[in-house]
């Protein structure tokens, strides 16, 4: 049974930043991709940021290229959101995902002045 845990939302003025943090246990963490999505009251769902099993190569939504950064530490069972810039449409519930079938609980994050 895979068990993720996101960490590290809040509320945070505009430019400000975050990082968010997914702490996985029971499930062999490194030969899986993660990613992380994120949902907005009334909005679908979307893709944030995405990085490979074995190669790390990352890949990211148009609307945070450049502002932020995903990471991942195989000793650590953990990923990482290093959100930078942000801005207040940025603001949703922000979900880690490991492989294909497993979520975390979700954390906030709220940019506003």
């Known amino acids: 049974q895979v068990q993720l845990v996101e960490s590290g939302g809040g509320l945070v003025q505009p430019g400000g930043s975050l990082r968010l943090s997914c702490a996985a246990s029971?499930?062999?963490?490194?030969?899986?991709?993660v990613s992380w999505y994120r949902q907005a009251p009334g909005k679908e769902r979307e893709l944030v940021a995405i990085?490979?099993?074995?190669?790390?190569?990352?890949d990211y939504a148009d609307s945070v290229k450049g502002r932020f950064i995903i990471s991942r530490d195989n000793a650590k069972n953990t990923a990482y959101l290093q959100m930078n810039s942000l801005k207040p449409e940025d603001t949703a519930v922000y979900y880690c995902?490991?492989?294909?079938?497993?979520w975390g609980q979700g954390t906030q994050v709220t940019v506003s002045s």
């Open positions: 990085i490979s099993r074995f190669t790390n190569n990352t």
């Open positions: 995902r490991l492989g294909l079938n497993s």
């Open positions: 029971g499930f062999a963490f490194d030969r899986n991709a």
